[in-house]
């Protein structure tokens, strides 16, 4: 058997597949899948419960999905009642986590330290689908927020980026300040409309492209940041089917998050487990070797 371990910085993983944020929710029927997996990230977490944005928040688009959820969760405190089931994935748990202010991100940190449960954290920096929250994009504030938050927990941190901003500062920020990683990449903000009925087809009018039609946008982000910065990475986006996670790792990703493809087929993440294990024995290659091989 081709051995599927790889590490983001100090999180190692049993094999290089994980659950993208927002995807799974807390459903107990995606335990055997998530026990399957390297690792789930969970539904990005804010500090008071946050209801969305208003209906409709998803539409289907031409090779992919816009969705305007907009960070409906039942806030840090809320995820008590979710603890007997986290406590069921024997695989990686990693929380996503969200402030609105620098003292946010702080707090929530320190709440989820407190629940001794997730084995990692992924920070979003990335939601396009909030209005507050973005003033973490300039580069100063940021490095101070990174900076601080590395002082909090000694766990393995990851940061999610979002492609539209300065992508390659920020992982090379991340890498300065000793993050295990970075995500790349969360959606894209666009827009759909319906011509027939000539309005907007989400209730918020904007929402974040996911599927298909970004990954080479993704691969684009995942090979210019290995090359020019060389932090671990995990890649995200447009990752339907077995071959689009090789393409990831080709271009230096060390795992890959499987986000909308999920809801087409709920057994993907474990295709695509199945997929790597036999690619890498057809090739004669391990993983390590395929990681960044067109670099
Ligand atoms: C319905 C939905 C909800 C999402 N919620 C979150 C979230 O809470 N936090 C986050 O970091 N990303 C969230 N995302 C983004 C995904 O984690 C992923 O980055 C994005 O969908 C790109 O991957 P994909 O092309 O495989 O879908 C969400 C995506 C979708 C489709």
């Known amino acids: 058997m081709s051995n599927l371990k790889t590490h983001i910085g100090k999180l190692e993983l049993k094999n290089p597949v994980l ?5 799974c929710g807390f459903a107990e029927e995606n335990i ?3 026990n399957k997996v390297g690792g789930t990230i969970f539904k990005t977490v804010t500090l008071n419960p946050t209801n969305g944005n208003c209906p409709p928040r998803v539409v289907d688009t031409y090779e992919g999905m816009l969705n305007s959820i907009g960070l409906e969760n039942p806030g840090v405190d809320g995820i008590k009642d979710k603890l007997s089931y986290i406590k069921k994935i024997r695989t990686k748990k990693i929380a996503s986590f969200l402030g609105f202010d620098e003292k946010e991100f702080y707090l929530i940190l320190k709440k989820l330290e407190n629940y001794k449960i997730f084995d990692a954290y992924e920070l979003n920096l990335s939601c396009p689908n909030v209005k507050k929250g973005k003033w973490f994009y300039n580069l100063k504030n940021l490095r101070k927020l990174l900076k601080n938050i590395r002082f909090i927990t000694k766990k393995p941190l990851i940061a999610k980026l979002s492609p539209e901003t300065q992508v390659v500062k920020i992982a090379q920020i991340c890498k300065e300040l ?4 970075v995500t790349l990449i969360n959606t894209y903000s666009a827009i759909a409309v319906d011509y027939k009925e000539q309005k907007f087809c989400l209730g918020n009018i904007f929402g974040g492209l996911s599927g298909p039609v970004i990954k080479p946008l993704a691969l684009r982000w995942v090979y210019e940041v290995k090359k ?3 932090i671990n990475i995990i890649g995200c ?3 339907i089917e077995g071959k689009d996670a090789i393409e990831h790792f080709l271009v230096g990703a060390s795992a890959v998050q499987i986000g ?3 809801f087409r087929n709920p057994q993907l993440p474990i295709e695509v487990v199945k997929f790597v294990e036999k690619y890498l024995k057809e090739k004669r290659v391990s993983l390590k070797d395929l990681i960044g091989k067109l670099i």
């Open 178 to 181: 000793g993050y295990d990683g």
């Open 260 to 262: 909308s493809g999920y």
């Open 237 to 239: 986006g447009g990752i």
């Open 19 to 23: 659950i993208a944020s927002g995807i």
């Open 228 to 230: 020019s910065v060389g």
């Open 32 to 34: 055997d899948v998530l």
